[in-house]
């Protein structure tokens, strides 16, 4: 029995499902748990698409259904938080009076442009494109805390032209994110989303995953990047069996912010 650690509802902008509607399927699936991981991204370049929570009348939903379904599943807090270098003070801010069972940090701007709608490659080309958005993560990374596991760590193969995305081209940039994240002992998902977005491979691809596990790397939580409950635990028998081919033994669960281990 599993937990989806990555599930978008109806208090992310990108999404109009309510939580209680994810309850059944996660159920019937034989789901152990889920994390509920709503968007935020403070000063989004969006103006059309607001990242933003109410973070009490989310809460209060969580808590409610917790008594709910006690018996039956499982339901954690979470957040996937989207940092940018330019506002991270800001970032910061927004935890002082706010706790979590878990938090996602993302990546979803580069130089403060919008990945998904291909702004962030105006003026330049695809491998300026994907550096500057390594440069963003790497500065993330290295100077803000308020995160347990870093997302999607090569989202970014899903905003350039199919197929032209090569692990192995930016190995530098990625070794360096992930040595960080090992020495501030926070992890990273997989995050099976990948192949909804077209692509041949989770996130992130195995040649990194491999990578993180020969770094040293152990916290690892599953997600399927849900917004919508027919793709809960999307993929999940195969994650497990690529985690397993890439040296893991246990995958992780968060709650208050602490990892706990549980074997695959």
């Given at each position: 029995?599993?937990?989806?650690?990555?599930?978008?509802?109806?208090?992310?902008?990108?999404?109009?499902?309510?939580?209680?509607?994810?309850?059944?399927?996660?159920?019937?699936?034989?789901?152990?748990?889920?994390?509920?991981?709503?968007?935020?991204?403070?000063?989004?370049?969006?103006?059309?698409?607001?990242?933003?929570?109410?973070?009490?009348?989310?809460?209060?939903?969580?808590?409610?259904?917790?008594?709910?379904?006690?018996?039956?599943?499982?339901?954690?807090?979470?957040?996937?938080?989207?940092?940018?270098?330019?506002?991270?003070?800001?970032?910061?801010?927004?935890?002082?009076d706010k706790q979590f069972d878990y938090i996602l940090g993302s990546i979803h701007t580069a130089s403060k442009k919008e990945l998904y709608d291909g702004d962030f490659l105006q003026n330049k080309s695809e491998h300026q494109g994907i550096i500057?958005?390594?440069?963003?993560?790497?500065?993330?990374?290295?100077?803000?805390?308020?995160?347990?596991?870093?997302?999607?760590?090569?989202?970014?193969?899903?905003?350039?032209?199919?197929?032209?995305?090569?692990?192995?081209?930016?190995?530098?940039?990625?070794?360096?994110?992930?040595?960080?994240?090992?020495?501030?002992?926070?992890?990273?998902?997989?995050?099976?989303?990948?192949?909804?977005?077209?692509?041949?491979?989770?996130?992130?691809?195995?040649?990194?995953?491999?990578?993180?596990?020969?770094?040293?790397?152990?916290?690892?939580?599953?997600?399927?990047?849900?917004?919508?409950?027919?793709?809960?635990?999307?993929?999940?028998?195969?994650?497990?069996?690529?985690?397993?081919?890439?040296?893991?033994?246990?995958?992780?669960?968060?709650?208050?912010?602490?990892?706990e281990f549980i074997k695959l």
């Amino acid at each position: 029995m599993m937990f989806d650690f990555h599930v978008h509802t109806y208090y992310s902008d990108d999404c109009n499902v309510s939580m209680e509607n994810y309850i059944l399927p996660a159920i019937e699936k034989g789901l152990k748990g889920i994390c509920f991981t709503d968007h935020i991204d403070i000063e989004y370049p969006n103006d059309d698409v607001k990242f933003q929570l109410d973070y009490t009348k989310y809460m209060k939903e969580i808590k409610n259904l917790k008594v709910k379904y006690k018996d039956k599943l499982e339901i954690l807090s979470g957040i996937e938080f989207g940092m940018q270098p330019h506002i991270l003070e800001t970032d910061k801010s927004f935890f002082q009076d706010k706790q979590f069972d878990y938090i996602l940090g993302s990546i979803h701007t580069a130089s403060k442009k919008e990945l998904y709608d291909g702004d962030f490659l105006q003026n330049k080309s695809e491998h300026q494109g994907i550096i500057d958005y390594f440069d963003d993560l790497i500065f993330c990374v290295k100077n803000f805390k308020c995160f347990n596991n870093l997302s999607h760590i090569d989202a970014i193969s899903r905003y350039i032209s199919k197929g032209s995305f090569e692990a192995s081209k930016y190995i530098d940039y990625i070794e360096k994110a992930l040595r960080i994240v090992i020495q501030e002992g926070k992890g990273i998902e997989l995050n099976t989303s990948g192949r909804r977005y077209g692509l041949s491979f989770f996130h992130p691809e195995p040649s990194i995953l491999k990578l993180y596990r020969d770094l040293g790397g152990e916290v690892i939580t599953l997600g399927s990047d849900s917004h919508n409950p027919s793709t809960l635990a999307y993929g999940f028998s195969e994650a497990k069996d690529i985690l397993l081919n890439c040296g893991f033994k246990y995958y992780t669960v968060f709650r208050s912010g602490k990892p706990e281990f549980i074997k695959l």
